[in-house]
């Protein structure tokens, strides 16, 4: 077979295959639901109903969906620039040990210089994770997937290493985990009452953002021209290894920002645990969301969706909760492939 | 410096290194062959997870150890197959599409562990490969022990090393297996199918990671936990590009790599471990890995071909 490029696909075409690409996730999950022995539509209904069902559900949505948001922005940036950032994972650590270090009282601030100051350290850390392979990459040619994560591995021992050290609280009974942030270093709720906090206001002003940037700087035109054709971007007099560099830096405080916003937000302090896979997910949620920055808002409150919807399923149905690590996968492959076959004829023989 | 000698000079130690480097050989000939092929295997940590769970689960539920083995491999080439349709044929991205196979993978085996097993909390255990210490070669001193003492699954490993140098280098079949890794178009041009060749390189590749999943479960240890690959395979990633692409100095990187490895554990248990957090000795392995990427990465041998999609009539 072969893959002839098509030069105007069609709506019906572009969006026919992404909606098959759905069903067929929706399909699987069912299957998975049957072999479980639980009633498929049942399942599925449970799943919607445990993310959206109530009020409760909906806010459980948006705040696991706000880490979500983050790793999303960092990996749709990085890949976007054809920088393989596959370290999320590292750098939202890092950006929760900034948070720590400075929000369990080693800063007597108030809130407004607080809060900014735990949020600029989270990103700079998050950054500086991302450099050294970056570095490496633009400087001696190591492939930056490899390098990035192996890095993870790296950081949650060297977290886990603090949290049984320096950074242990000594009211802790023994568990390795850190002390609990001051009130001034917590990010309030948007609403009284509701519990929801700042920390997702603070994803989506991110994802307006990093949209600017990519579609109205000089810097997301020479992202972009880097990850299309890095010949053509060199021969184009663009300085494609500060591109990189640049990139590395700003995916990897995004990626920070969703630790600071998990433990100044949700959490309020640091355990080994803060993190279920944020930094891997976060690679769903940007190719779901074609690397689009305001659709990475759109498909990380869905993924979010899936998870909480598992978990409270799981406790009704007794359907394993890793049926929605399945269906997200699954939903990856199907996804891309769609993408593929909107934009490809498929020519056998 | 006593203590180290000590260790270095145990024969149990030696034999710790083999028994470290197996699963690690299995799974470093798998992603060479995908690479030599020009597919770069991402799905490698979740397919070697996959093996080790239906390995494992295939002898808890009665099947024999070899049968087990079969199993393994079968569930990794299914995984391999599924990598190798969307990235050869259909082109898209290798990484993404390794990173997918890996979460669905490592989902799969945890949501059949969970549906299998809903309510342990301790994993049960199955009667795993047992030494088979190799007449008269097991007797000779230091060297006996340390190669010629263990399972058979980790003969196998080092049988397996010398069948794809020879398959590689030594057969047509290796001539263009590696051919289509550096110019799909001359292969192409010759009336072999680039498809069917990559395809066939994921499938078996990816069969061979699984075995080397299955290797933890039914080998090293006698039951599977959740996170028990814990970055192996990323590893194995970084030793095939520290064996520049060749079975060989790849076996000799994933021993060296086992040294190093069985070598930290030890030295956690001496007076110097004690006084140093045990995470320190942790990371050593994926520092080691790093490293190791960076000095071997200056010398530009990688496949040409190495994750550019080939599409018949594309000029």
Same mark, same amino acid.
């Given at each position: 077979?072969?893959?002839?490029?098509?030069?105007?696909?069609?709506?019906?075409?572009?969006?026919?295959?992404?909606?098959?690409?759905?069903?067929?996730?929706?399909?699987?999950?069912?299957?998975?639901?049957?072999?479980?022995?639980?009633?498929?539509?049942?399942?599925?209904?449970?799943?919607?109903?445990?993310?959206?069902?109530?009020?409760?559900?909906?806010?459980?949505?948006?705040?696991?969906?706000?880490?979500?948001?983050?790793?999303?922005?960092?990996?749709?940036?990085?890949?976007?620039?054809?920088?393989?950032?596959?370290?999320?994972?590292?750098?939202?650590?890092?950006?929760?040990?900034?948070?720590?270090?400075?929000?369990?009282?080693?800063?007597?601030?108030?809130?407004?210089?607080?809060?900014?100051?735990?949020?600029?350290?989270?990103?700079?850390?998050?950054?500086?994770?991302?450099?050294?392979?970056?570095?490496?990459?633009?400087?001696?040619?190591?492939?930056?997937?490899?390098?990035?994560?192996?890095?993870?591995?790296?950081?949650?021992?060297?977290?886990?290493?603090?949290?049984?050290?320096?950074?242990?609280?000594?009211?802790?009974?023994?568990?390795?985990?850190?002390?609990?942030?001051?009130?001034?270093?917590?990010?309030?709720?948007?609403?009284?009452?509701?519990?929801?906090?700042?920390?997702?206001?603070?994803?989506?002003?991110?994802?307006?953002?990093?949209?600017?940037?990519?579609?109205?700087?000089?810097?997301?035109?020479?992202?972009?021209?880097?990850?299309?054709?890095?010949?053509?971007?060199?021969?184009?007099?663009?300085?494609?290894?500060?591109?990189?560099?640049?990139?590395?830096?700003?995916?990897?405080?995004?990626?920070?920002?969703?630790?600071?916003?998990?433990?100044?937000?949700?959490?309020?302090?640091?355990?080994?645990?803060?993190?279920?896979?944020?930094?891997?997910?976060?690679?769903?949620?940007?190719?779901?969301?074609?690397?689009?920055?305001?659709?990475?808002?759109?498909?990380?409150?869905?993924?979010?969706?899936?998870?909480?919807?598992?978990?409270?399923?799981?406790?009704?149905?007794?359907?394993?909760?890793?049926?929605?690590?399945?269906?997200?996968?699954?939903?990856?492959?199907?996804?891309?492939?769609?993408?593929?076959?909107?934009?490809?004829?498929?020519?056998?023989? | 410096?006593?203590?180290?000698?000590?260790?270095?000079?145990?024969?149990?130690?030696?034999?710790?290194?083999?028994?470290?480097?197996?699963?690690?050989?299995?799974?470093?000939?798998?992603?060479?062959?995908?690479?030599?092929?020009?597919?770069?295997?991402?799905?490698?940590? #979740?397919?070697? /997870?996959? =093996?080790?769970?239906? @390995?494992?689960?295939? +002898?808890? &539920? $009665?099947?024999?150890?070899?049968? *087990?083995?079969?199993?393994?491999?079968?569930?990794?080439?299914?995984?391999?197959?599924?990598?190798?349709?969307?990235?050869?044929?259909?082109?898209?991205?290798?990484?993404?599409?390794?990173?997918?196979?890996?979460?669905?993978?490592?989902?799969?085996?945890?949501?059949?562990?969970?549906?299998?097993?809903?309510?342990?909390?301790?994993?049960?255990?199955?009667?795993?490969?047992?030494?088979?210490?190799?007449?008269?070669?097991?007797?000779?001193?230091?060297?006996?022990?340390?190669?010629?003492?263990?399972?058979?699954?980790?003969?196998?490993?080092?049988?397996?090393?010398?069948?794809?140098?020879?398959?590689?280098?030594?057969?047509?079949?290796?001539?263009?297996?590696?051919?289509?890794?550096?110019?799909?178009?001359?292969?192409?041009?010759? #009336?072999?199918? /680039?498809? =069917?060749?990559?395809? @066939?390189?994921?499938? +078996?590749? &990816? $069969?061979?990671?699984?075995?080397? *999943?299955?290797?933890?479960?039914?080998?090293?240890?006698?039951?599977?936990?959740?996170?028990?690959?814990?970055?192996?395979?990323?590893?194995?990633?970084?030793?095939?590009?520290?064996?520049?692409?060749?079975?060989?100095?790849?076996?000799?990187?994933?021993?060296?790599?086992?040294?190093?490895?069985?070598?930290?554990?030890?030295?956690?248990?001496?007076?110097?471990?004690?006084?140093?957090?045990?995470?320190?000795?942790?990371?050593?392995?994926?520092?080691?890995?790093?490293?190791?990427?960076?000095?071997?990465?200056?010398?530009?041998?990688?496949?040409?071909?190495?994750?550019?999609?080939?599409?018949?009539?594309?000029?």
């Amino acid at each position: 077979m072969r893959l002839e490029a098509i030069a105007n696909p069609s709506w019906s075409r572009r969006l026919g295959f992404p909606l098959i690409a759905l069903a067929a996730t929706v399909a699987l999950g069912s299957l998975l639901a049957m072999l479980a022995g639980a009633d498929p539509f049942a399942t599925l209904g449970l799943i919607v109903k445990g993310a959206a069902g109530s009020r409760f559900a909906l806010l459980e949505t948006l705040n696991r969906a706000t880490p979500l948001i983050f790793t999303g922005l960092a990996v749709a940036v990085a890949f976007r620039a054809k920088l393989w950032n596959i370290g999320a994972e590292a750098q939202l650590y890092a950006g929760a040990v900034m948070a720590v270090l400075l929000g369990t009282g080693a800063l007597p601030w108030p809130s407004g210089l607080l809060l900014p100051a735990m949020a600029g350290a989270a990103m700079l850390a998050g950054a500086l994770v991302l450099l050294g392979p970056a570095l490496l990459k633009v400087r001696f040619g190591v492939d930056e997937v490899v390098t990035t994560l192996l890095f993870n591995f790296v950081v949650l021992l060297l977290v886990s290493m603090l949290l049984e050290g320096p950074l242990k609280d000594p009211a802790g009974m023994g568990w390795p985990q850190s002390a609990r942030l001051t009130p001034e270093a917590r990010l309030p709720r948007i609403v009284d009452g509701l519990r929801l906090h700042w920390g997702f206001a603070l994803a989506l002003i991110s994802a307006v953002l990093v949209w600017l940037i990519q579609t109205r700087s000089t810097l997301g035109y020479e992202m972009r021209a880097v990850g299309l054709n890095r010949q053509a971007a060199e021969f184009a007099g663009i300085p494609v290894g500060r591109v990189v560099l640049k990139t590395a830096l700003l995916s990897g405080g995004l990626a920070a920002l969703a630790g600071f916003s998990e433990v100044a937000g949700l959490k309020g302090n640091l355990t080994l645990d803060i993190s279920p896979g944020f930094g891997y997910t976060g690679i769903i949620v940007a190719m779901l969301a074609l690397l689009n920055p305001l659709g990475v808002v759109i498909t990380a409150i869905f993924v979010a969706g899936v998870f909480v919807g598992a978990d409270s399923m799981s406790r009704a149905a007794g359907v394993p909760s890793y049926i929605a690590n399945i269906m997200l996968a699954t939903a990856l492959l199907n996804m891309v492939l769609a993408i593929q076959l909107s934009r490809f004829r498929v020519r056998w023989g | 410096m006593a203590e180290i000698l000590d260790i270095l000079l145990s024969a149990s130690f030696w034999a710790a290194v083999i028994r470290i480097a197996s699963p690690l050989i299995f799974a470093t000939m798998g992603e060479l062959i995908c690479e030599r092929a020009g597919v770069l295997n991402l799905g490698i940590e #979740g397919i070697m /997870v996959a =093996g080790a769970f239906a @390995g494992w689960m295939a +002898v808890y &539920s $009665g099947m024999g150890l070899w049968t *087990g083995v079969a199993v393994a491999m079968g569930a990794g080439m299914l995984f391999g197959l599924l990598h190798a349709t969307l990235t050869v044929p259909f082109g898209l991205s290798q990484h993404v599409v390794g990173l997918g196979i890996t979460l669905l993978a490592t989902a799969a085996s945890y949501f059949a562990y969970r549906l299998a097993l809903p309510r342990v909390t301790t994993p049960p255990r199955i009667e795993a490969f047992q030494p088979l210490p190799i007449p008269w070669l097991s007797d000779l001193p230091v060297v006996g022990h340390a190669l010629f003492t263990q399972t058979p699954l980790t003969y196998l490993a080092f049988v397996l090393v010398a069948v794809v140098s020879l398959v590689l280098y030594r057969t047509p079949l290796g001539l263009a297996l590696r051919a289509v890794g550096e110019n799909p178009s001359a292969v192409a041009a010759q #009336g072999l199918s /680039v498809t =069917g060749l990559r395809m @066939g390189a994921v499938m +078996v590749g &990816s $069969g061979l990671m699984a075995v080397g *999943g299955a290797f933890l479960t039914m080998s090293a240890f006698n039951s599977f936990f959740f996170e028990m690959v814990n970055g192996r395979g990323w590893i194995c990633i970084a030793l095939v590009v520290f064996g520049a692409w060749m079975p060989g100095k790849a076996l000799l990187g994933a021993v060296l790599f086992a040294t190093f490895d069985a070598f930290q554990i030890r030295l956690q248990q001496t007076a110097l471990g004690a006084d140093l957090p045990y995470q320190l000795f942790l990371m050593l392995p994926f520092l080691l890995s790093i490293l190791a990427l960076v000095i071997m990465s200056r010398r530009a041998s990688v496949p040409a071909a190495l994750m550019v999609p080939f599409n018949r009539g594309d000029r």
